[in-house]
């Protein structure tokens, strides 16, 4: 139901944008958000948006740097990636939440996409 791409290999200081694009049922009435996981470390929230497009939330990590939007007459979500670190390295995972509302626990996330790697080169 959600398909994530755009993923590659950047050196450090570029840019990528991610894209998911949901299929077989609509989520404009469910937050989306995305979550990365690099080898051997758990899972981490990166970004979220609530139905409306209002009030992304981002992880310290990334604040400044990631900007999350979505399209929900095209039901996307977008995650476009600069001033990239290798630190970045990770497959990037699209999700809907359950809710409407920013959350960042990945356990109310009920729906994932397949994920895309990231590869940053320093």
């Known amino acids: 139901q959600l398909q994530a791409f755009g993923g590659g290999l950047v050196q450090a200081g570029g840019s990528l944008r991610l894209s998911c694009v949901a299929s077989g049922r609509t989520f404009s009435s469910n937050a989306l958000g995305w979550f990365r996981q690099a080898p051997g470390k758990e899972r981490e929230f990166v970004a979220a948006?609530?139905?409306?497009?209002?009030?992304?939330y981002y992880a310290d990590s990334v604040k400044g740097r990631f900007t999350i939007s979505r399209d929900n007459a095209k039901n996307t979500v977008d995650l476009q990636m600069n001033s990239l670190k290798p630190e970045d390295t990770a497959v990037y995972y699209c999700?809907?939440?359950?809710?409407?509302?920013?959350?960042?626990?990945?356990?109310?996330?009920?729906?994932w996409g397949q994920g895309t790697q990231v590869t940053v080169s320093s």
């Open positions: 999700a809907a939440s359950r809710y409407l509302l920013v959350t960042t626990r990945g356990a109310d996330f009920g729906s």
């Open positions: 948006i609530s139905w409306s497009g209002r009030s992304p």
